[in-house]
């Protein structure tokens, strides 16, 4: 075991200190290793030597052995009798960090080369009462429970805030920190991470590595219960430079009863380092095997997800979330839009823990550190995102889920279905998961799904125009005759010797009537057949129905057909196309025309009606007492290209079926139990529907009362 101890040291030799990655076999031994350098400089110090001195590995490496040694009259005996004979073993006294002294049974053994020249020296201890449990606990799991969590830290960037601080609490502002939050996040934001051994990066850095620990803001992977105390001892050891503090520290998910202690560095550390150890038993009673195992089964799940996923600290918000709850806030979007501050904040305090391979990818990121940070590159392209995740926690919620937009680091802008998962007690606090899907490819497939049925709709419409073109040119005829003959008996009446002034104005009135007429008629012709974009509104649909009756109500008259309709009064408003609608509406007129027209029906009617149904949706009915609808082809008429008639195309109910349910309404074709047919569409009446005012598109943008 000795020989496996020495290759272990010689091959750590360089190491920064004892717990970094890659741990060697002496740090799974139960004594105790230190290793000094011949100049007295301690170059090793394993977890045992932690568990029995008290010291962290990172607070002793680079120290003078010397200063570690408590004074005792038979130092100088020792050191003579190691050198001569090359090894010692007896009883020493070691100072511990809070000032005591800790009686080892230690065992000494100088190393030298060939030429004699001394390399280093190797001390394994034992504590000399038999009280420490280094020898027999099992030390991967026992020693691993109840080792330090150590940490490194640099109040140097701190100064400022604790000039501050100090300040305040000598003209009796400040008294206890913990009664004053903003300075307690002021000194921890400051106070920067030099560096943290193995348990600490377990405890405390919600699966974030050493890599992107060390830099960061100690407050930033602080447990939020123990702020204070951490802060208070900060300042304790940084401004009284007192040699050892020690605290209570609130128990917290990864700990039990945890003890909190901090010093300043002695030289040649940077006059700014504070040591931090925290000590206590793990909650977690796997073995230390295991619970690597398990993260190693976690971090390869994460990664070969097929979504892009982000695994989030978000405790900072949802510390302040809770205390707006304790302040009485109820309506939190509300409150957030009056105080954006806090959204900003929230932006700066969450930070990404974790990522995996889809996430770099969908970031156009060069590796998985670009993203590990605060989570304001998420919410950089969707103004509101960060609010409405914010509402969504505050309100309980299990998930958010919400299609928006991400920009990518190299400026493209990805679509994505965005989705958040919060965690709920007793789940680890610290693991908000966020996934993003990159939908670009489908929006890009329905946006061209949309043109398509645009321009299937828009070929239905001149269909139809083309069927009722007799129809429209009689419509036309009518005020163009009316201009003409009004016109000619202007002439007449201002040709005669004795004009009469009245006459002829009134004349004129009837040729400016008839000309708007037509340009009425024209405007209705040029809706119907122009290409443009869908654009629903707040309408009614009974103006909709009569304004569609104008294009067909000559066809309908020429071929003797009886029209009867009956207009629900007082309909409220539905959300839909004016055009589409009529559209709709034109078709199944057409239809009906067309059937009562074949059938030879001596007498032929066409009831229209619009009424509310029993589920509150507005209805349109158009019933006709033609040959009806084969039993055989109900269930396929309105299947594209699909047509009861010999010369029919089979689009005009394909159409209207799509056009309905893009409006969200129902369409349906029946037979009447005494001859003809029976078709009719619902729409849905949109909430909050403000009766005669102007009218709303589907973003909610006013517009001005339809005409």
């Known amino acids: 075991m000795t020989s496996l101890i020495h290759k272990a040291i010689a091959g750590g030799r360089e190491r920064p200190f004892a717990s970094a990655p890659g741990m060697e076999l002496s740090?799974?031994?139960?004594?105790?290793?230190?290793?000094?350098?011949?100049?007295?400089?301690?170059?090793?110090?394993n977890a045992a030597s932690e568990t029995l001195y008290g010291w962290p590995a990172m607070a002793m490496i680079g120290q003078n052995f010397a200063a570690f040694c408590a004074p005792g009259p038979d130092t100088a005996e020792q050191v003579r009798t190691l050198l001569q004979e090359g090894r010692w073993e007896g009883v020493a006294r070691r100072r511990s960090?809070?000032?005591t002294e800790v009686a080892a049974a230690v065992r000494q053994i100088v190393r030298r080369d060939a030429s004699g020249t001394l390399l280093d020296i190797i001390e394994f201890g034992r504590d000399a009462g038999g009280l420490a449990q280094a020898a027999t606990m099992r030390v991967d799991a026992e020693l691993q429970s109840y080792l330090a969590a150590s940490w490194e830290l640099d109040t140097s960037p701190a100064r400022s805030v604790l000039h501050a601080i100090g300040e305040l609490r000598s003209r009796g502002i400040i008294d206890h920190l913990d009664e004053h939050p903003k300075w307690v996040e002021k000194l921890l934001t400051a106070t920067r991470i030099t560096a943290v051994n193995d348990r600490a990066v377990r405890m405390f850095g919600a699966h974030a590595g050493h890599e992107q620990m060390v830099g960061q803001p100690v407050g930033a992977f602080w447990p939020a219960e123990s702020r204070s105390v951490l802060a208070s001892l900060l300042e304790k050891v940084a401004t009284d430079r007192s040699p050892f503090e020690v605290r209570k520290m609130v128990s917290s998910g990864t700990i039990r009863s945890p003890i909190i202690s901090a010093w300043h560095a002695a030289e040649p550390k940077h006059p700014g380092t504070v040591f931090v150890t925290v000590k206590g038993a793990a909650s977690d009673d796997r073995t230390s095997w295991e619970l690597q195992a398990s993260e190693d089964r976690y971090r390869k799940l994460i990664q070969y997800l097929p979504t892009a996923l982000w695994q989030v600290d978000s405790r900072r918000a949802a510390d302040a979330l809770e205390q707006l709850k304790a302040n009485g806030v109820r309506d939190i979007a509300t409150y957030l839009d009056q105080n954006p501050d806090l959204v900003e904040h929230a932006k700066d305090v969450v930070r990404v823990t974790e990522v995996n391979r889809d996430a770099v990818s969908l970031f156009r990121a060069d590796n998985a550190a670009d993203l590990i940070k605060s989570v304001r590159y998420i919410f950089a392209a969707a103004p509101g995102l960060a609010e409405r995740v914010m509402v969504g926690h505050f309100e309980g919620r299990r998930n958010f889920i919400e299609e928006t937009r991400i920009r990518a680091f190299d400026g493209t802008v990805v679509d994505v279905l965005f989705t958040v998962?919060?965690?709920?007690?007793?789940?680890q606090l610290d693991m908000t998961f966020i996934t993003m899907q990159d939908i670009s490819e489908r929006l890009n497939a329905e946006q061209q799904l949309r043109k398509l049925q645009a321009d299937f709709t828009h070929a239905g419409r001149i269909a139809t125009l083309g069927e009722l073109v007799t129809s429209i040119a009689h419509e036309i005829n009518q005020p163009l005759t009316a201009i003409i003959t009004n016109g000619e008996t202007s002439l007449r009446w201002l040709a005669r010797a004795d004009q009469n002034i009245?006459?002829?104005?009134?004349?004129?009135?009837?040729?400016?009537?008839?000309?708007r007429r037509a340009g009425e008629i024209i405007h209705r012709i040029r809706g119907m057949a122009a290409k443009n974009k869908p654009e629903k509104r707040l309408i009614d649909l009974n103006e909709t129905v009569e304004e569609a009756l104008l294009f067909i109500r000559h066809d309908i008259d020429a071929k003797s057909i009886v029209l009867s309709t009956t207009l629900g009064a007082g309909l409220p408003r539905v959300l839909g196309d004016r055009i589409q609608l009529q559209q709709v509406i034109v078709n199944l007129l057409v239809n009906s025309v067309q059937a009562i027209t074949q059938s030879g029906q001596p007498i032929r009617r066409i009831d229209v009606q619009t009424s509310l149904d029993e589920e509150g949706s507005v209805v349109f009915s158009i019933f006709d007492n033609g040959p009806g609808i084969p039993a055989a082809d109900l269930a396929h008429v309105f299947d594209s290209f699909f047509s009861t008639k010999d010369a029919g195309i089979g689009i005009g109910l394909a159409i209207c079926h799509s056009i309905i349910t893009a409006h969200s309404g129902i369409i349906s074709g029946s037979n009447r139990p005494n001859g003809g047919?029976?078709?009719?569409?619902?729409?849905?009446?949109?909430?909050?529907?403000?009766?005669n005012s102007g009218v709303v598109d589907f973003l909610g943008q006013a517009h001005q009362p339809i005409q």
Do not use: M
């Not at 031994?29 to 350098?37: G, K, L, Q, Y």
């Not at 009245?502 to 000309?515: D, G, M, N, P």
């Open 27 to 45: 740090d799974w031994a139960s004594e105790s290793v230190i290793v000094r350098n011949a100049d007295g400089i301690i170059q090793y110090w």
């Open 97 to 99: 960090p809070d000032g």
């Open 421 to 427: 998962t919060y965690p709920v007690p007793p789940e």
């Open 502 to 515: 009245e006459k002829v104005t009134q004349l004129t009135s009837r040729i400016v009537s008839s000309a």
């Open 677 to 691: 047919a029976h078709f009719r569409f619902a729409l849905p009446v949109p909430l909050l529907t403000p009766p």
